[in-house]
């Protein structure tokens, strides 16, 4: 058995279906982790959603940003779902589109596996939240996303403010509490998401930092697999593994074996794009 987790699809279902041939996955006995934003951008979503929910019993999912906006565009008329592009037309017009999304409504912000020693979020963590904290603030939007709070939720949720403070209530709360697990990349000592700042380390304002190397952070007993920040590339370090390496915009998609003695990591070429 091998378990691994997977960087951001984002509708590239060829680079998906190489890399998934190239790591030997037999669902007989493996288990595939997927960091979060399985659609857009790649001309495959549809394609590539369908492949994930066919191994839905053998794969782990987190939701990613580009994974909620499907499901908020899903949420309005017709006229305004015509107006996104056609990758997520795709999925919003097809014959199984309630299946693929409601399931995909299903799929949490937080997957943790403490006997494997592992976390997955899509884009990262609060500074001061701890591993249990973590889990009881994605469990909190979990369960709107999946009553009869979840088109409300979807239609509000969009908006950089407020910062994240455990006072915050109502929509506010909820809204600070998934940008930061799918739209983290650089904030501040105090947790303030710097949402402009998009390049690689050392590109930042100064008084930012990556989520994962702000001082004083929580520690957490887990190792964290993660996605969303392209331009930081295969990132190991502070118990961070971070995995989006750009397949969408022509870089690599990228497989971490989770349960491997070593360091066991296997990429495929990605879209056949030039990268911006």
Known sequence: MAVWAIGDLQGCYGPTQRLLEKIRFDPARDRLWFCGDLVNRGGESVQTLRLVHSLREHVHVVLGNHDLSLLAIAERREPEQRKVNPDLQGVLFADDRDVLLDWL??????????????????????????????????QEVQQKLRGNDARKLLKHMYGDQPAWSPGLRGIDRDRAIINIFTRMRYCSPRGRIAF???????????????????????QRDLRIACGHWSTLGLFIGNGVHALDTGAVWGGKLTALQLDADG??????????????
Request: charged share 20%; aromatic share 8%.
């Open 196 to 218: 402009l700042e998009k390049g690689a380390p050392g590109t930042q304002q100064p008084g930012l930092y990556p989520w994962y190397d702000v001082p004083g952070r929580a």
């Open 105 to 138: 409504r299903q799929q949490p912000l937080l997957h943790a596996d403490r006997e494997l020693g592992w976390m997955m979020v899509h884009a990262g963590l609060a500074p001061k939240w701890t591993t249990a904290m973590a889990e009881r603030h994605a």
């Open 263 to 276: 360091l066991n990591v296997v990429q495929v070429a990605g879209r056949d794009v030039s990268p911006p």
